[in-house]
């Protein structure tokens, strides 16, 4: 040891305690942040359709999560299996009932891609613990950013017809978009609505600064509402009243409710004045406002109930205890149509029950409560540890009915940002159990 180290770790070495040495950033780290990023850049990009059902995303992710085990070894960080009775229920009526499938090899590939994301799920999870605050919030940022930027996209198909007609030639020539609605780099417009609500989660969570959260919240609502999506909106407005609730039952006390109602009403005297403008501006504005949003609500309940009216009868009169298989509705409805083409049963819930029998539908009951309760103890953890546990924790059981809110018109079992969300909440709840600092 040097005299200058001598001198300059004296007064560690006289109190009994060691200087910390401080570390590099490691290269493997870099490269699994890097890649992360890659991964929510790629996250809306789902109009090309791959074998298995794949997408850019699912294709990257192969490399991401080699890195992140390599990574994992490296920092000796074990991998915790969270909501794993659900998932085990899930699989394993899964497969049984694929033996009743009309089409085996499709539900064989249903129950690879679910193992799949729970093995994403679980890593990602435990990289998020491993990870800094530092790089949590560059993720974070990341994902939020994509977000905006694919609803850049989004509100500009929505705002003009030359740019949806143009991109939907342009993208159609490498995949499929949604045909009538705006739909950013989705092949359905329901998709891309819930990737941009899920967004909010981040914008959160990142704590920006007032008008920060008011613009960016305010235009991913407003490129929800340009999908046309009215699951999406459903969802919104259920989630905002169970977070209102929520944060004056733990916290007691109206001040923050008062606030957090005041950035809406800013937000949506923003949204109705930019309406407003562009009505102003092009005449024919409202009526494609009615063609894609408001003026399809009676078609589109009468599509959702004709087939749950299907799938109820299936279920009762001609479903084996065990299911029809992951996947197997769409086979069976097929002759319903002419020209013939396959449909879902567009309810997480009934799909279950048809295709999987009572069992299947007792995981993904379970999946869910267990989630719930997750979210239900990190607001439990900000009563108990306010200076620790910020307000923000709200938004995990906001995102969550807003799950359950759009899982009943849509299936989102397989949406990738469900099991990214499911990740960070774990990764979230382990934290606030460990460090001593403020946490969100």
Partial sequence: MTRRQISRDLPNLLTGTSRPVPRRPSLLKSAVCLSLLVTFVLLPVQFLVLPLNMSPFDVWNLIGLLLSWLYLMRVRRSVRLPYIMAMWLVLLTSFMAALASPNLGVSLSVILKEIYLYVFFVTLAAVFISLDAKDLRRLLLGWCSVATLHGALIVAQFLSPDIFRNSKAYLERFGAVDVW??????ENANAAAFFQLMALVPLVLLRPSKAVAVLVGTFLIASVVGTGSLGAVAAFLCSLIVAMAAILMVRGEWDLVIKVSALLVVAVVLLGGTFAFVINQQPDFQGRLEQIFYGRTERS???????????????LYDTPLLGIGPDGFKYLDIPLYDPPKMTYLHNDLLAFAVERGVGGLLGLVLFGLMAIRKAIQMLQNHKRYPDRVGPAVVIFLAALVAILVESQTHQVFHARQVWVLLALQEATLFKMSESPLRLI
């Fill in 301 to 315: 309940a009468e599509g959702r109930f004709g087939l749950w009216t299907r799938g109820i009868d299936l279920l």
């Fill in 181 to 186: 609605r705006p739909s950013g780099l989705f």
